[in-house]
Nanobody, 122 residues
Framework: QVQLVESGGGLGQAGGSLRLSCAAS????????MGWYRQAPGEQRELVAS???????NYADSVKGRFTISRDNAKNIVYLQMNSLKPEDTAVYYC????????????????WGQGTQVTVSS
């Protein structure tokens, strides 16, 4: 019903940049909040950044000033521009959206992507 396809992960160097993308498709009626989470080995999944439909953003303290989240509402894509990468940014990054389907326009739920690995070398 909803497919989330993430791309842009991989190997980066400390001080470098990577850009993640997440494209949502399927029988989507509307998308409210879109966000990125990450999970490092042995750690809990944590919020990295989120963005509302109107563009309001929220960032984890650890990425403020380095990461920028943005979205294209017409294409149902959310981006995460990651600058000044640090080794501690190494994790699997997951896209999450809060969406309603065409068949149930008043029933919202969360949908998760499959995750993309980001590894930052020192």
């Amino acid at each position: 019903q909803v497919q989330l396809v993430e791309s842009g992960g991989g190997l980066g160097q400390a001080g470098g940049s990577l850009r993640l993308s997440c494209a949502a498709s399927g029988s989507i009626f509307s998308i409210n909040t879109m966000g990125w989470y990450r999970q490092a080995p042995g750690e809990q999944r944590e919020l990295v950044a989120s963005i509302s439909r109107t563009g309001s953003t929220n960032y984890a303290d650890s990425v403020k000033g380095r990461f920028t989240i943005s979205r294209d509402n017409a294409k149902n894509i959310v981006y995460l521009q990651m600058n000044s990468l640090k080794p501690e940014d190494t994790a699997v990054y997951y896209c999450k959206i809060d969406a309603a389907l065409v068949t149930m326009p008043f029933a919202r739920r969360d949908y998760w992507g499959q995750g993309t690995q980001v590894t930052v070398s020192s």
